[in-house]
């Protein structure tokens, strides 16, 4: 497939289907394209804390998907090695949260994306770096598939 944006949209929707994770989140994809993706839900009661407030896991979760989907968009099969996440303001009960992920580096086989993630307000309420392996010869969507 000679198209990228074409191609992104392809892998997002492939790994959406086999994502069930992010489904369980209740998350959509709002925008992928080659390096970049952003993804959104809504802070249900079962996410809460014993604050009352946003588990951090949850938001994790949902940068942690940006992420994925951000990383294997170019259709290389690709893994989170690591990631640092910093809290910066609580998810409160029933905030719409967007996860938005891009590329900062891509060298080799290793990459370095950062995620910011807001509320419905633009509050910044965390920021990730993940840092991503490409798995040997492997695509998330086969070329017969394409």
Sequence with gaps: ?????????????????????TRSLGATIEFVAPGQARLAMTVQSHMLNGHGVCHGG????LADSAFAYACNSR???????????EFVAPGRPGDRLVAAAREVSLH????????????QEGTLIALMRG???QLSNQQVIAPEEL
């Design 108 to 119: 080799g086989r290793t990459g370095h994306y950062d995620v910011m993630v807001h509320n």
């Design 58 to 61: 949850y938001i994790t979760t």
């Design 131 to 133: 840092r991503s392996h």
């Design 75 to 85: 259709n290389a099969a690709t893994v989170a090695a690591g990631l640092a996440i």
């Design 1 to 21: 497939m000679s198209d990228p944006q074409q191609l992104a949209t392809r892998v997002a929707e492939a790994l959406f289907r086999a994502d069930a994770a």
